[in-house]
């Protein structure tokens, strides 16, 4: 593969001065987002800013200039912040170094340390980047969130609430009291008619944002008060049930530092989705008969995938109700044999 796109002109300058400085190379990048388990790639053409200090094959570019670049594409980071960016290091390819921390909005603007990343001699130039959230792990920064139910990121998907009660207030509010924000600032954190206080109210903030960054969530959100058919539904059940599973039971720590040694419960989780209790073992039940009977799965039947894929007329035989009474009396009938 040619060193560069392009010949420079030399200028009468020493082509060992000259040689890759100033001039685009096609530059692949590896988007490794750690907040939400994804990963996706961008090609990109990066101004290839020097060789100071590189091994032969290497070279250097500006960080500001790969993220202005990566933010034009598809595989842009997205979501709310703040986040911070890094690529493996050098010697121990296990580690990180960063080199930015900023709202997304502001990450192609920010101040980046070091200025230069290093690309290695390879026959495809690439550069691996990982995005965490600022703090470690799952932490998603409630020091610095608003007093306000919402991230701290003008781009972030913004979960909009009334002025004086969490959203879907009639299943929220039976789960959770009178738990409003404006409850939340002069209550005691160990009020006992809302274990936690204020704490919770920054666990909720966060869960709830951790719910809008996973696939699935705008399919989820739209189904809300929604007559679904059977192939709607299963997407529904698998999304609420991956994330109880993520998330429930695990230690606070992980998502946040304001309540540390305490444990997300399934209330919290039902809070965060918008859902009561009965719906959120309903999921969890219908997800695991359909991933027993459903396409693919140990106890695979044809009968039951016909019926997943069913779409009938409203309004008998559709529903989730409908839908979850014919795979636990299908279960009923065909009970999991011993061996499996």
Not at 242 to 251: I, N, V
Not at 281 to 290: F, Y
Not at 304 to 314: F, S
């Amino acid at each position: 593969m040619p060193e560069h796109e392009s010949n420079p002109p030399t200028h009468g300058l020493p082509s060992t001065l000259l040689d890759g400085c100033f001039y685009k190379r096609t530059l692949q990048l590896y988007v490794v987002d750690n907040r939400i388990g994804s990963k996706s790639s961008a090609t990109i053409g990066a101004v290839v800013a020097d060789r100071i200090g590189c091994a032969p094959g290497e070279w250097r570019v500006e960080a500001r200039h790969v993220l202005e670049e990566l933010q034009k594409t598809i595989s842009q980071i997205s979501g709310p912040g703040p986040v911070k960016v890094g690529v493996p290091d050098i010697a121990f390819p296990e580690f990180t170094t960063y080199f930015v921390e900023a709202s997304v909005k502001k990450l192609t603007t920010a101040s980046t340390s070091p200025t230069h990343l290093v690309v290695p001699a390879n026959e495809q130039a690439s550069l691996t980047l990982r995005v965490e959230y600022r703090t470690t792990a799952l932490k998603l920064i409630c020091a610095d969130m608003p007093s306000e139910y919402r991230a701290d990121d003008d781009d972030a998907p913004q979960v909009q609430f009334p002025k004086d009660f969490v959203p879907l207030t009639a299943a929220r509010q039976r789960a959770h009291g009178s738990y409003t924000r404006r409850d939340c600032s002069p209550r005691p954190q160990n009020s006992p008619s809302q274990p936690g206080g204020p704490r919770n109210a920054e666990l909720l903030v966060a869960l709830t944002d951790l719910v809008a960054l996973r696939p699935g969530y705008q399919m989820f959100d739209e189904s809300r008060h929604t007559v679904l058919q059977n192939p709607d539904i299963v997407p529904i059940w698998k999304f609420i049930a991956a994330f109880l599973k993520d998330y429930c039971d695990k230690d606070i720590s992980e998502i946040s530092d304001r309540a540390p040694g305490k444990r997300i419960t399934k209330r919290l989780i039902c809070i965060a989705l918008g859902i009561g209790e009965t719906c959120l073992k309903q999921a969890e039940d219908g997800a695991r008969l359909v991933g027993l009977y459903g396409a693919g799965g140990k106890c695979e039947a044809a009968k039951v995938i016909e019926e997943l894929e069913a779409r009938r007329d409203a309004p008998t035989g559709i529903g989730k109700i409908r839908l979850l009474r014919f795979l636990r009396d299908w279960e009923a009938a065909h009970p999991i044999p011993k061996d499996i």
